[in-house]
């Protein structure tokens, strides 16, 4: 017997994105997920929806390199809102060096994500309403991101020191006490 997902009715979806956000809440992002697919499936262009299954994918990161980030980048990119697609395409880069800072990677690969959504946040800055300033925060805390890096070197740095007889010196990141 073949079992089909079942449809909700329209007048639930503000219920339904409540429990989305409630699941999210408690750290279960798998069902604030499938809530939000449903929604989606009846009502594909559904705002809130998108950015809530954006953040339930985000939230489920755990620093692998790709992970579900092309997913969560899709899903920010249907934002119609230039200025919540640039904030949130930022939270997804800001979640992904998160994670993989705590997976242990190498600090120029979590340097490109941390400077990727510091780049996103400067260009939701511009747009952003007048009574809005969550993207300068998280451009703040993303800058204090990168002050604790013990380097920053990049890639191509580290290539070159790891030819040479003596080991480099971490550069500092900016903002950063000597």
């Not at 994670?99 to 780049?119: F, K």
Request: glycine letters at 4%; proline letters at 6%; one cysteine or more.
């Amino acid at each position: 017997m073949e079992r089909k997902l079942k449809t909700i009715r329209s007048n639930g979806i503000a219920q339904a994105l409540s429990k989305a956000q409630l699941y999210r809440y408690l750290k279960e992002p798998e069902e604030s997920e499938s809530i939000c697919q449903d929604i989606l499936a009846i009502d594909p262009e559904n705002q809130a929806a998108l950015r809530m299954l954006g953040l339930s994918i985000t939230d489920q990161f755990v620093g692998e390199p790709s992970g579900r980030c092309a997913e969560a980048e899709s899903v920010f990119r249907r934002l119609t809102d230039p200025y919540a697609q640039h904030y949130y395409l930022g939270i997804l880069s800001e979640r992904r060096a998160k994670a993989q800072m705590r997976n242990g990677r190498p600090a120029y690969l979590v340097v490109a994500l941390i400077e990727e959504a510091m780049r996103q946040f400067e260009e939701a800055e511009k747009i952003r309403p007048s009574d809005n300033d969550e993207s300068v925060l998280r451009w703040n805390r993303c800058l204090r991101l990168l002050a604790k890096l013990p380097h920053t070197e990049t890639r191509e740095e580290e290539a070159v020191w790891e030819n040479q007889d003596t080991p480099p010196v971490p550069a500092r990141p900016a903002g950063a006490r000597r």
